[in-house]
T-cell receptor, first 115, second 115 residues
Framework: DTGVSQNPRHKITKRGQNVTFRCDPI?????LYWYRQTLGQGPEFLTY????????KSRLLSDRFSAERPKGSFSTLEIQRTEQGDSAMYLC?????????????FGDGTRLSIL | DQQVKQNSPSLSVQEGRISILNCDYT??????FLWYKKYPAEGPTFLIS?????DKNEDGRFTVFLNKSAKHLSLHIVPSQPGDSAVYFC??????????????FGKGTKLSVIP
């Protein structure tokens, strides 16, 4: 069990640039989630995939955000035209088949800093 | 509208004593709860969970208690160890029939165990 892997660990970019993050879930997990965490807050749900299908999206996921999981394995989260408010830790999690009581296992996140 | 609340931002406990972390929720439809532990620069790690059909779940030094009538749960760590120093998050998925898997997190409590 290699755990959930996220790359890069840190990303610094200028406002207005596009950024893309990658998440590799635990191999046997078919569910994948993206969350965002800002200072002093708990993680906030962004979106969820079951295999390659994106089944839930939060209202936090504005039009500038897009997530994909093309082959049901790794996922990417892209933010276009970044803004100062996008500075946060972006967390990916995965879980196996089963009900909503299957614990989600998190990666170490990508910290995004917008200059 | 914060559905999961952790009202104590921080807690300090002497090594060997009991740590009690509290969590309140407002959504009576929640039927499953999880606790996660987070070290700096790492993602949250699943610690322990409890179903609403139980009022207690124990795993080694960690015990979670659920009081459904008060919409309150607590995590007890006995005995506390310096390695337990971390931020602890309470979280809940939607009720099991909702067909949703997004976790709602509290803001976290930072536990410091003093040697």
């Amino acid at each position: 069990d290699t755990g959930v892997s996220q790359n890069p660990r840190h990303k610094i970019t200028k406002r207005g640039q596009n950024v893309t993050f990658r998440c590799d879930p635990i191999s046997e997990h078919n569910r994948l989630y993206w969350y965002r965490q800002t200072l002093g807050q708990g993680p906030e749900f962004l979106t969820y995939f079951q295999n390659e299908a994106q089944l839930e999206k939060s209202r936090l996921l504005s039009d500038r955000f897009s997530a994909e999981r093309p082959k049901g394995s790794f996922s990417t989260l892209e933010i276009q035209r970044t803004e100062q408010g996008d500075s946060a830790m972006y967390l990916c999690a995965s879980s196996p088949r089963g009900g909503s009581n299957q614990p989600q296992h998190f990666g170490d996140g990508t910290r995004l800093s917008i200059l | 509208d914060q559905q999961v609340k952790q009202n104590s931002p921080s807690l300090s406990v002497q090594e060997g004593r009991i740590s009690i972390l509290n969590c309140d929720y407002t959504n009576s439809m929640f039927d499953y709860f999880l606790w996660y532990k987070k070290y700096p620069a790492e993602g949250p790690t699943f610690l322990i969970s409890i179903s609403s059909i139980k009022d207690k779940n124990e795993d080694g030094r960690f015990t979670v208690f659920l009081n459904k009538s008060a919409k309150h749960l607590s995590l007890h760590i006995v005995p506390s160890q310096p390695g337990d120093s971390a931020v602890y998050f309470c979280a809940a998925p939607p009720y099991s029939g909702a067909g949703s898997y997004q976790l709602t997190f509290g803001k976290g409590t930072k536990l410091s165990v003093i040697p």
